[in-house]
Structures are given as structure tokens and as C-alpha cells.
Nanobody, 116 residues
């Protein structure tokens, strides 16, 4: 079964940085566009950003443009989310996944908490 494993979250003060990582099985990672999603308390899970196999990126949330950078290392089957200038509203559980042609089983996510 495909397994997505997220890591790198934590507690950080506003203005700080974190780098999230997500590893996936090679058979999945090598063929899919990967994305980072987040779910804040009481809210629906939402797409943050995507990165194609070739490295093209898309940021779904305008509030993260210029602060977050998504990237991937195909040799290591890993996708990253570099988060800078963090704000309290970035507090959420962050997940990686791929929505085409279908979502994979969700991992446990990694908690990001930004204090003001």
C-alpha cells in the first residue's frame, strides 16, 4: 500500500521558518504531481501548492505566495515545503498527497503551530 510520511512540523513563533518533508513510495512518486495540503481546526482540508515531476509549481493560496516554496527531489522520492515568514493563520496539520488521477491514502500529517 502506498504510504505517505510527512515530517518537519513543530511550534514556531510568528516570522519563523519550517521545512516540511514528505516521502512516498518510488512507484507513486515518479509518476505523479505532488501537493501539500493543510487543515486548520474547524476547517476543510485545502490545497496549498503543487509541484510537477518536472518541477513546475502552482500555489493555490495567494496568502502563501512569496513565503512558501514547494520543491521535490525525485531521486529521494521526497517533496518539500519551505515555509518562511510564518503567521498564526498558517497553523494547521499539513499533509502531502497527489490528487490525479485519484487521491492516495492520507498520511498522518505533521502539525504546524505558529504562535503570535
Amino acid at each position: 500500500q502506498t504510504q505517505l510520511v510527512e515530517s518537519g512540523g513543530g511550534l514556531v513563533q510568528a516570522g519563523g521558518s519550517l521545512r516540511l518533508s514528505c516521502t512516498a513510495s518510488r512507484s507513486i512518486f515518479s509518476t505523479r504531481t505532488m501537493g501539500w495540503y493543510r487543515q486548520a481546526p474547524g476547517k476543510q482540508r485545502e490545497l496549498v501548492a503543487r509541484v510537477t515531476r518536472g518541477g513546475n509549481t502552482y500555489y493555490a493560496d495567494s496568502s502563501v505566495k512569496g513565503r512558501f516554496t514547494i520543491s521535490r527531489d525525485n531521486a529521494k522520492n521526497t517533496v518539500f515545503l519551505q515555509m518562511n515568514s510564518l503567521k498564526p493563520e498558517d497553523t494547521a496539520v499539513y499533509y502531502c498527497n497527489s490528487d490525479y488521477p485519484n487521491f492516495l491514502p492520507w498520511g498522518q500529517g505533521t502539525q504546524v503551530t505558529v504562535s503570535s
